[in-house]
């Protein structure tokens, strides 16, 4: 099949640059007069929708005692499997019989569906509106109980994004390499 070329034919016009130049800058000044559509992260974040579904946390009671009671629940809801519970009889006589001495979840694999705040019957466990969290190596992508909960004392005051953005100082749980445990 034959390949057409078409060849750029300039009109009388287009033979003087100056209403293209004049084009393009009223285009250019025009903008800057219109809602900028980016934001200067990192010193002001974008704050997700109501219902975003981010970083992990457990909930506590008011008196700092974490509401989980290792039912796994969660662990089986979850598709990816990333979810690991070790649990332990409770010290505490509430009618809670166990609670979790390890619960670490591994981001890498994670999908975010919510699937185990839905499945937890205690509302332990919900997906925060963090998204920036960061690392440097697959280890540390595993969060251990320590950081959800240390997740949950940044969160509880209200949409860390929207706190940073008025100047609140917010310090984003940082994940870490676990410790090595015995398997
Ligand atoms: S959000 Fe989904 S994939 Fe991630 S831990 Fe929960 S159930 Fe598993
Ligand atoms: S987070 Fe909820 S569902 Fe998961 S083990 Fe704890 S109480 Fe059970």
Not at 61 to 72: L, P, T, W
Not at 123 to 147: H, K, P, Q
Not at 148 to 172: F, K, M
Request: charged letters at 25%; glycine letters at 4%; a negative charge.
């Amino acid at each position: 099949m034959a390949t057409v070329i078409r060849t750029y034919d300039p009109k009388f016009w287009d033979r003087f640059y100056i209403p293209a130049l004049v084009k393009g800058l009223l285009l250019t000044f025009g903008r800057m007069f219109k809602r900028r559509d980016t934001i200067l992260y990192p010193e002001k974040k974008y704050v997700p929708p109501e219902g975003y579904r981010g970083l992990h946390r457990l909930n506590k009671y008011e008196d700092g005692r974490i509401k989980c009671v290792a039912c796994e629940m969660c662990a089986t809801a979850c598709p990816a499997h990333c979810i690991h519970i070790e649990p332990s009889a409770a010290p505490w006589d509430d009618g809670a019989e166990r609670f979790p001495i390890r619960f670490d979840i591994d981001l890498s694999r994670c999908i975010f569906c919510d699937f185990c705040a839905i499945a937890c019957p205690v509302d332990a466990i919900e997906l925060t509106e963090i998204y920036d969290f960061n690392t440097y190596t697959r280890d540390s992508l595993v969060i251990d109980m320590e950081g959800l909960l240390s997740v949950y004392d940044v969160t509880r005051a209200g949409n860390v994004y929207e706190r940073h953005n008025r100047g609140e100082p917010i310090q984003l749980p940082l994940l870490r390499d676990p410790p090595v445990r015995n398997p």
